[in-house]
Structures are given as C-alpha cells and as structure tokens.
C-alpha cells in the first residue's frame, strides 16, 4: 500500500479471513488482527499499554514501501482492549520496521544441514521473496491485494508463535481456547496477548469509487446542508495539516446545529461507508471531530533523526466491528472514532538495525458510535 504524496487517498477494505494454515502471512501483506509479521533481521519485544501495562492486541499491518525507497517498510499499529484504557491516545502504539530486499532473500534462503553427509534436498517452492514487488499492488481486476505464500520469518527473542503452529503430541487433547492465545517475553511468561481475528486488507484507489453520478449527488447533499446549517464546508479544507509548510489552520466556524467536521467527515467517506482504513502519505488527516488547536505542536518531531512527521494513515469507524477476539470463548473491546498515525518524513533508517522505530498516534473517539453499528 504506497500513495504520492498530496491528497490522493487508497483505501483499505476488508478481503477475506486470513487462513494462515494455508497461506501464512509476511511482513508484506497488509492485514488485520492476528500477531504482528516481522521482518527478518529485526529484535522485537511486545509492547505493553503504558496506562495499565498490558499486552497490547496487534490492530493492523500495513506494507508501505515509499517511493525511490531501496526499502520493504510496514507500519504496526497496537492497542489495548481493556475497556478501562479505550479512547486514550496513551493506550496505542505504532512501529515502523523496514527491511532491505536482500536481507529478505538472505532469510529466506534454505541453510545447508549441519551434517554436512546429509544429502541437500533441493527446495520446490518458489522463492517467497521473489513476487515482493507485487506485495501491496493493486492487481489488474481493481486493486485486490496479491500475498504470500511462504511463513514469515519471527525472532525467537521476539512473541512467541501461535501454538496452532507448535502443538505437540502431548498436547493436542487441550483446549483449543489456548491456540488463540500467545506468550509475551521475558517479562512475564504467563501473561497472553489477546488477539484479534485476521482479515486481509484489499486496497483500492478512491478515485476509484465513484461515478459522475455520485458526485452530483454528493454536491446536491453538500449544498443542502450548506444552506441548513450556515455554513460552508468548503472553508473547513484547511483542517488537519500534515502537508508543506508551516502551521495548520483550523475553521472555527461552527454550524448552527451539529459539528461541521463529523459531518464533513461523513460526506467523504459516504462513498464508501465500509472502508476500513485511508492511506495518504503527506496528505491532511480527515478528523472526526474537532482537533486541539495546538495539533501541530502535539505531533512531535521523529526521535531518532530529528526530521518533522507527517501524517501517513488513519483507521476508520467501520473497523470496530470488525475487531472481534481470535478466541471464541472472551470477548475484546476497541471502540475509536478514528486513530491517526504520523511518521518520520524522511523515514529515516540505518541499514542494518535491527530496533523498529515507534511513531506517533494520535486517537478521536467517535461523537456517535451508534451511527456505526
């Protein structure tokens, strides 16, 4: 998932359970739920909620190579489904990994056994580095996403894998309940990660969605809530920012009844009400409700290099739903309006490290989460 910078959005929709007996997923897909793929080369750690110091559940993943970037780069997104810590920005955390295309192939490449008087079996599966161009792509049919089929490579210092992938003998008579579960590290073996339910993420280009007759439509409606409230929606596409130059600016014209933001917000994505999440490198964000008006100043500057973030991807209210427990037998809460998520602007990266970079996130709650359900 790439988009030039400006405000040419994609758009993220759900694409199918992910059945990773069968298709095993990679740092390149794009997916919800699920663990977090690592790329090769990479020392992880889970992270925990800073408000309660739980695991945090792996929300989505997102494979976002930039533009003349020798780079493969996904962004993690995680959140605490404590219902205690819902709706607070403290309680989410997003991590940018990236990988250069021969540290993958080197990863992927079968090692030799140690008995060196074993005969090599020669490996009759494609290398699984070899169709990473298309990771990500928009296919010929209309932007379905192509995966994987090879496991991804996880560092055993890191979480530790599914057990539906390490049962033993001795231990197929227990619960499947425990298959949905996965230790965190060192810290504290017997705490589990809850984890969501899988989804691929299909993507397609909003220009995509919609005919002449839509957006007639749309104008018709926009001018009828114009003359409604007093107020001009145009005047509100300066809020958010994230683009070139300096501060942003936001429109305190407020309407005579409701907010004009949420309803400006309802009127972009009423084209495609199902979408999941919006991509747009450098683009503005689309706020639900009125931003601080120190926004700016809350974004900080990228830790590591010093560069200024910009705005990258925002997740949208129909993903809540979507958000279900892996494990049948509990249930786990995520409620959000919209969650934005900033990055190093000159995605800074030096070859061989092996630390991901935590970005910025920033959470809205949604002013009427019965609109969605």
């Known amino acids: 998932m790439a988009a030039s910078s400006g405000e040419s959005a994609l758009i993220g929709l759900c694409d199918g359970e992910v059945d990773s007996r069968k298709y095993p997923s990679c740092s390149l897909t794009n ?20 408000v309660c110091r739980a695991p945090l559940s792996h929300v989505v993943q997102v494979y976002c190579p930039l533009a003349a970037s020798a780079f493969h780069r996904s962004l993690h997104l995680f959140a605490c489904s404590s219902a205690l810590c819902n709706g607070r ?55 379905g996403v192509l995966y994987d089929k090879k496991p991804a490579v996880v560092n055993e210092d890191a979480v530790e894998p599914e057990m539906e992938g390490t049962t033993t003998n001795s231990s197929l008579d227990v619960s499947t309940r425990l298959q949905d579960l996965s230790l965190t590290g060192a810290e504290d073996t017997q705490q589990v990660v809850p984890i969501f339910r899988p989804f691929y993420i299909s993507v397609v280009d909003e220009s995509d969605l919609g005919g002449e007759a839509d957006l007639e439509h749309a104008q018709e409606l926009l001018r009828e809530y114009e003359e409604r409230e007093g107020v001009e929606v145009s005047e509100l596409e300066n809020v958010g920012g994230g683009g070139e130059g300096g501060e942003e600016k936001y429109e305190k014209t407020k309407a005579r009844h409701g907010d004009a933001i949420f309803s400006r917000f309802m009127k972009t994505i009423s084209l495609c009400p199902e979408q999941i999440l919006r991509y747009c490198w450098s683009g503005k964000p689309l706020f639900i409700s009125e ?64 630390s991901p970079l935590e970005e910025f996130v920033f959470v809205q709650a949604d002013p009427d989460q019965q609109l969605f359900k």
């Open 291 to 354: 931003p601080p008006s120190n926004m700016a100043k809350m974004v900080p500057v990228c830790s590591i290099c010093g560069s200024s973030r910009t705005f990258e991807f925002q997740l949208m209210p129909a993903l809540v739903n979507l958000l279900q427990s892996k494990d049948s037998n509990s249930e786990m809460v995520l409620e959000f309006g919209t969650v934005l998520v900033y990055t190093c602007r000159r995605s800074c990266w030096t070859t061989g490290s092996t």
């Open 89 to 143: 920005t403290e309680s989410w955390k997003v991590f940018r990994t990236q990988c250069l295309e021969t540290e993958m192939k080197a990863a992927s490449t079968p090692q030799p056994p140690r008995d060196t008087q074993t005969k090599q079996v020669t490996m009759a599966t494609t290398d699984w580095c070899d169709g990473a161009d298309d990771w990500g792509m928009e296919s010929d049919d209309g932007g």
């Open 31 to 50: 997916k919800v739920g699920d663990l977090p793929d690592i790329p090769p080369g990479i020392s992880w750690q889970h992270p925990r909620c800073s």
